[in-house]
């Protein structure tokens, strides 16, 4: 008899033990009741109003569908990563061991994309990268990776086209400034290789670390014998470096990467930017009905103009849900549900939208000037990025063969070499 009792209790206790594993595993019984988004952004320090925007983006989307994805009820938890990296790993961990997300969304800088993406594969849990752009993680590391996907883009994209661009407009020589980490390293890795591919040279390179917000140091050192400017920037950097450049009576053409004329520090500017040129895949100048309305409905709810953050996490949630439609509101699981965001094409708010095969969006790049202007029935002259060049259809290796590509080194502070810099 007692053995009888103990057997019988013994499978009670499996039972209760496997009924508590399939509660607790991410996207088993509540996850048909609700779809847990976990979001990464830096809602304090000096990245603070660019997290600010990134949430912006996400949750407007949620609010236009009534925060319903294909019937099932979406649960946002938003964590504060600070913009740094063992922080937002440390915030992941907790969205997906503690709060039992099925995915997570977001995180700022690439440096922070490299640090979370192995937290993906270890806890099996899907990444959708909105913002961290770090080339790597759907190149050379997309295999080790396999439920990430990115819905941004890769640092050195718009770079590409970029070059190319620089040498129709008959510029020979230019100098470069970047911040000094990881996304410097590849907007101006791809920037210099596009641009030596056309005949073009890069004869400086200027590294301030990330944060500077004093270029007195860097400034004199900018060659007086070079064509144009090219300059990547990020958070306050971005505000501070025109600023300081005008001041100093540097008055050569200026090219950005993207980030360095974003909207989301734009107003804040002057006139010292209007006619410096950048290259992005998103612009709230965008001349489309979609966008138009985009940017209206964003300012009358937020009062302010959209970012390429807000845009992309908007997008974000536009794709995640595009997909929930396809598994009609079920979660399907990590991997199946890579394969079916990975099928979903978009004519989202930057243009037309598609993943490749190494889950990285190819979409338009544009080439913006900024101009003060009046904009979609806005009646105030403001800055904008007025488009002056789209270029379609372009994805993370641009024109150069993938597998050529993919054989050279991850562009670095050293890769391109700077043959021409003396």
């Not at 294909?70 to 504060?80: H, I, P, R, S």
């Not at 407009?169 to 101006?188: L, P, S």
Request: aromatic residues 10%; positive net charge; charged residues 20%.
């Amino acid at each position: 008899m007692p053995n009888r009792i103990a057997s019988k209790l013994t499978g009670m206790l499996a039972l209760a033990c496997l009924a508590g594993a399939i509660v607790a595993s991410p996207g088993a019984g509540a996850a048909d009741k609700e779809l847990r988004i976990g979001f990464l952004a830096p809602l304090t320090g000096g990245f603070a109003q660019v997290g600010k925007d990134m949430v912006n983006g996400f949750q407007m989307y949620l609010d236009e569908v009534g925060g319903d994805f294909a019937g099932v009820k979406v649960n946002l938890v938003v964590e504060d990563e600070e913009g740094k990296p063992p922080v937002a790993v440390r915030k992941a961990e907790k969205l997906i061991r503690q709060d039992k997300v099925q995915l997570f969304v977001g995180a700022l800088l690439a440096s922070s994309g490299y640090a979370l993406a192995p937290v993906s594969t270890r806890l099996k849990t899907v990444y959708v990268v909105s913002v961290s752009s770090a080339d790597d993680l759907t190149q050379r590391d997309s295999a080790k990776f396999p439920l990430l996907v990115r819905t941004g883009w890769t640092s050195s994209q718009p770079s590409h086209p970029f070059g190319g661009w620089a040498c129709e407009q008959g510029y020979k020589r230019i100098a470069t400034i970047a911040a000094d980490y990881a996304f410097g390293h590849e907007v101006v890795g791809g920037f210099h290789r596009s641009f030596e591919s056309c005949g073009g040279r890069i004869v400086q390179k200027i590294w301030p670390p990330l944060g500077t917000i004093d270029f007195g140091p860097y400034l004199p050192t900018i060659r007086k014998d070079v064509d144009a400017i090219f300059t990547v920037m990020v958070g306050p950097m971005s505000l501070q470096f025109p600023k300081q450049l005008a001041a100093a009576g540097i008055k050569k053409p200026v090219l950005g990467g993207g980030t360095s004329y974003d909207e989301f520090v734009l107003p804040s500017m002057g006139d010292e930017v209007i006619g410096h040129v950048s290259a992005l895949h998103y612009s709230a100048a965008i001349e489309t009905p979609k966008n138009a309305a985009f940017v209206k409905a964003y300012r009358a709810k937020y009062g302010k103009v959209p970012s390429y953050y807000s845009e992309t996490n908007y997008t974000s949630a536009q794709m995640i849900h595009e997909a929930m439609k396809r598994t009609k509101g079920k979660w399907p699981g990590a991997a199946e549900f890579v394969k079916v965001i990975s099928a979903v094409r978009l004519e989202a708010v930057r243009g037309p939208m598609r993943l490749d095969e190494m889950r990285n969006p190819v979409h338009n790049i544009y080439v913006r000037v900024v101009k003060k202007q009046k904009m979609h029935g806005f009646d105030k002259d403001e800055l904008w990025n007025a488009i002056v060049k789209t270029y379609p259809d372009v994805g993370q290796f641009y024109k150069y063969p993938k597998a050529e590509f993919l054989k050279q080194p991850v562009y670095s502070r050293d890769y391109p070499p700077c043959k021409y810099c003396e």
